[in-house]
């Protein structure tokens, strides 16, 4: 707010320029600095009187000239001499003025409309054409979201979404709102997380909109917003429900990019569920529409690339499952990918689901360089939830390798972020690295009290993917605790259950050589021998880990 005898002061100024006031108000409105040219179009004036009054204002001190390479500039002395400029026009005339500025910039300025739709957009807003100023809005999210802007795109999406509440019910108006919900939807994801709430209700609204316009093709990117909330939350029946859903819609749609979306939301699913073999084929679906130079529109509709989620998840699956130096090959392969798409977004995410698989694995030299990696691109553009994640990793190699307990509390930091943003999957996997850190800690009963805590979730959620390694973790801090009885034996049994039902063939080779070397322990050599052996064959690759390696030398000393 100017004070008022600044205000008195600078307006007798502006009275004094005579005619050429008309001209500085006309300014005001175009913006602190202005081109010729544009104010040429809009002024009702020839060029002469225009140049005339021009040069009477520089002289008056209130504009000057800025030097610009392409166009012919001026710029406001001061802010306040813009604004009291502007505040002495009448609001109709403002209104106006504003279009004209709008409309010309539209026909003249083309470039400037396309690089700058915000521009047009606030134009448009003060002309109260607020559909208008929608569309454009809605064009500066786009482009925002883009060039991984994320807060911006939030911000103009946020905004067009209140404009709207200026317009009529209407068809056109439920369109323009829809548009701005998917956009908005993407950006919340990309900026909160998949679990925070204003995803759901942004999805909610957007749903109820598809109803109204006789579920468009728009429809598919809602249902799938709603499915990673609900997924993000390890809800597990509405997952699957709206997993189904998306496969169904595409089923009648026959829209390849939708078919590359929904495909990934089902194997995405059945990999949490831990039905890995059925999980494969989905992803392979979903691969085989995957198009690189369609990820922006990917990004833009969703908040990821759903083709890079896709391989990033075979090659969990594969290692996994057991195919372990395929899927660490192809993971080196996917972050190459995700580094020449130019998006940090991208390659952060990458470089975290390619961490985890060197730590799943036993190698957290590995594993440590890529969640430094990992958490300098997350820090530099502003992507919390990945940076959490790196650091829940970092903590875990910094204790393994150098045996550093400062370790401990990051990993406990990184975890803290799950609860910040309330999201839960894949919680109990990240929580595994916590278990292990206070296993080698010695902190068993935190440690025992945690994997109880996520063995209870996991076999009622979404993310039961790694149960495996919770039983045999479980099953660890049990033995280490008392190594007289046998608690840790159901244990170490139903880890390997799992592994057997999921095809979790590497995690199962992890909980049968600790369940074998208990045995052995208990003078049941043979038993643990064709317990480990029997594992152990289901593997094809990865002789150089470190659990296959102690396996094959458990084996190799009980056959001596």
């Given at each position: 707010?100017i004070?008022?005898?600044?205000?008195?002061?600078l307006?007798a100024?502006?009275?004094?320029?005579?005619?050429?006031?008309?001209?500085?108000?006309?300014?005001s409105?175009?913006g602190?600095?202005?081109v010729?040219?544009?104010?040429?179009?809009?002024?009702?004036?020839?060029e002469?009187?225009?140049?005339?009054?021009?040069?009477?204002?520089?002289q008056?001190e209130?504009?000057?000239?800025?030097?610009?390479?392409?166009?012919?500039?001026?710029?406001?002395?001061?802010?306040?001499?813009?604004?009291?400029?502007?505040?002495?026009?009448?609001?109709?005339t403002?209104?106006?003025?504003?279009?004209?500025?709008a409309?010309?910039?539209?026909?003249?300025?083309?470039?400037?409309?396309?690089?700058?739709?915000?521009?047009l957009?606030?134009?448009y807003?003060?002309?109260?054409?607020y559909?208008?100023?929608?569309?454009?809005?809605?064009?500066?999210?786009?482009r925002?979201?883009?060039?991984?802007?994320?807060?911006?795109g939030?911000?103009?999406?946020?905004?067009?979404?209140?404009?709207?509440?200026?317009l009529?019910?209407?068809m056109?108006?439920?369109?323009?709102?829809?548009?701005?919900?998917?956009?908005?939807?993407?950006?919340?994801?990309?900026?909160?997380?998949?679990?925070?709430?204003?995803v759901?209700?942004?999805?909610?609204?957007?749903?109820?909109?598809?109803?109204?316009?006789?579920?468009?093709?728009?429809?598919?990117?809602?249902?799938?917003?709603?499915?990673?909330?609900?997924?993000?939350r390890?809800?597990?029946?509405?997952?699957?429900d709206?997993?189904?859903?998306?496969?169904?819609?595409?089923?009648?749609?026959?829209?390849?990019?939708?078919?590359?979306?929904?495909?990934?939301?089902?194997?995405?699913?059945?990999?949490?569920?831990?039905q890995?073999?059925?999980?494969?084929?989905?992803f392979?679906?979903?691969?085989?529409?995957?198009?690189?130079?369609?990820?922006w529109?990917?990004?833009?509709?969703?908040?990821?690339?759903?083709?890079?989620?896709?391989q990033?998840?075979?090659?969990?699956?594969?290692?996994?499952?057991?195919?372990?130096?395929?899927?660490?090959?192809?993971?080196?392969?996917?972050?190459?990918?995700?580094?020449?798409?130019?998006?940090?977004?991208?390659?952060?995410?990458?470089l975290?689901?390619?961490?985890?698989?060197?730590?799943?694995?036993?190698?957290?030299?590995?594993?440590?360089?890529?969640?430094e990696?990992?958490?300098?691109?997350?820090?530099?553009?502003g992507?919390?939830?990945?940076?959490?994640n790196?650091?829940?990793?970092?903590?875990?190699?910094?204790?393994?390798l150098?045996?550093e307990?400062?370790?401990?509390?990051?990993?406990?930091?990184?975890?803290a972020?799950?609860?910040?943003?309330?999201?839960?999957?894949?919680?109990?996997?990240?929580?595994?690295?916590?278990?292990?850190?206070?296993?080698?800690?010695?902190?068993?009963?935190?440690?025992?009290?945690?994997?109880d805590?996520?063995?209870?979730?996991?076999?009622?959620?979404?993310?039961?993917?790694?149960?495996?390694?919770?039983?045999?973790?479980?099953?660890?801090?049990?033995?280490?605790?008392?190594?007289?009885?046998?608690?840790?034996?159901?244990?170490?049994?139903?880890?390997?259950?799992?592994?057997e039902?999921?095809?979790?063939?590497?995690l199962g080779?992890?909980?049968?050589?600790?369940?074998?070397?208990?045995?052995?322990?208990?003078?049941?050599?043979?038993?643990?021998?064709?317990?480990?052996?029997a594992?152990?064959?289901?593997?094809?690759?990865?002789?150089?880990?470190?659990?296959?390696?102690?396996?094959d030398?458990?084996?190799?000393?009980?056959?001596?």
């Amino acid at each position: 707010m100017i004070p008022v005898t600044l205000q008195d002061s600078l307006t007798a100024r502006l009275d004094r320029m005579g005619a050429a006031k008309e001209i500085l108000q006309l300014a005001s409105a175009v913006g602190r600095r202005f081109v010729y040219e544009l104010l040429a179009t809009v002024a009702a004036v020839d060029e002469a009187t225009l140049r005339d009054r021009l040069q009477k204002l520089v002289q008056g001190e209130l504009i000057f000239r800025e030097p610009s390479p392409r166009h012919e500039a001026f710029k406001f002395k001061h802010a306040l001499i813009q604004d009291t400029a502007y505040a002495s026009m009448l609001k109709a005339t403002r209104k106006v003025i504003h279009e004209k500025i709008a409309k010309a910039i539209e026909v003249h300025f083309s470039e400037t409309a396309d690089l700058q739709p915000e521009l047009l957009a606030r134009h448009y807003e003060e002309a109260q054409m607020y559909d208008r100023a929608v569309d454009y809005l809605n064009m500066a999210g786009q482009r925002a979201m883009q060039r991984s802007a994320l807060v911006e795109g939030l911000s103009h999406y946020t905004r067009a979404i209140l404009l709207l509440e200026n317009l009529p019910p209407s068809m056109e108006r439920n369109q323009r709102e829809l548009a701005a919900r998917l956009g908005m939807g993407g950006a919340i994801i990309a900026t909160r997380g998949y679990a925070a709430l204003d995803v759901e209700k942004n999805y909610v609204r957007a749903r109820a909109i598809c109803s109204e316009l006789g579920d468009p093709p728009e429809t598919f990117p809602v249902l799938y917003g709603l499915w990673v909330f609900n997924l993000a939350r390890s809800h597990r029946a509405p997952t699957l429900d709206y997993a189904d859903q998306l496969l169904a819609f595409v089923a009648r749609t026959k829209i390849a990019a939708q078919e590359l979306s929904a495909y990934f939301a089902y194997g995405c699913t059945l990999l949490y569920v831990g039905q890995f073999a059925q999980a494969l084929p989905a992803f392979d679906q979903a691969l085989a529409r995957y198009k690189p130079e369609e990820h922006w529109s990917l990004v833009r509709f969703y908040g990821d690339d759903h083709g890079l989620f896709s391989q990033v998840y075979v090659n969990w699956i594969l290692v996994l499952s057991g195919q372990t130096e395929t899927g660490i090959q192809k993971g080196l392969e996917t972050v190459a990918h995700a580094e020449s798409l130019n998006d940090p977004l991208a390659l952060a995410m990458v470089l975290v689901l390619t961490m985890l698989l060197h730590h799943d694995i036993g190698d957290a030299k590995g594993a440590l360089a890529l969640a430094e990696r990992a958490i300098s691109v997350s820090e530099e553009h502003g992507f919390p939830f990945w940076t959490s994640n790196g650091r829940i990793c970092r903590g875990w190699a910094r204790l393994v390798l150098h045996g550093e307990t400062e370790g401990v509390a990051e990993v406990r930091s990184g975890l803290a972020f799950f609860d910040l943003i309330e999201q839960k999957l894949p919680l109990t996997y990240w929580s595994v690295y916590l278990i292990e850190s206070l296993l080698l800690t010695s902190e068993l009963d935190e440690g025992l009290v945690l994997a109880d805590r996520c063995i209870g979730w996991a076999e009622s959620n979404v993310d039961s993917f790694y149960l495996p390694d919770l039983y045999r973790l479980k099953g660890e801090l049990l033995l280490k605790k008392d190594p007289t009885t046998g608690a840790c034996e159901p244990a170490f049994l139903r880890g390997l259950d799992y592994a057997e039902q999921f095809g979790a063939n590497f995690l199962g080779v992890k909980t049968a050589l600790s369940y074998a070397n208990w045995l052995r322990s208990r003078g049941r050599v043979d038993e643990a021998k064709r317990l480990l052996a029997a594992r152990r064959a289901k593997l094809v690759q990865g002789a150089n880990l470190p659990a296959v390696l102690a396996a094959d030398a458990f084996l190799a000393e009980s056959a001596g």
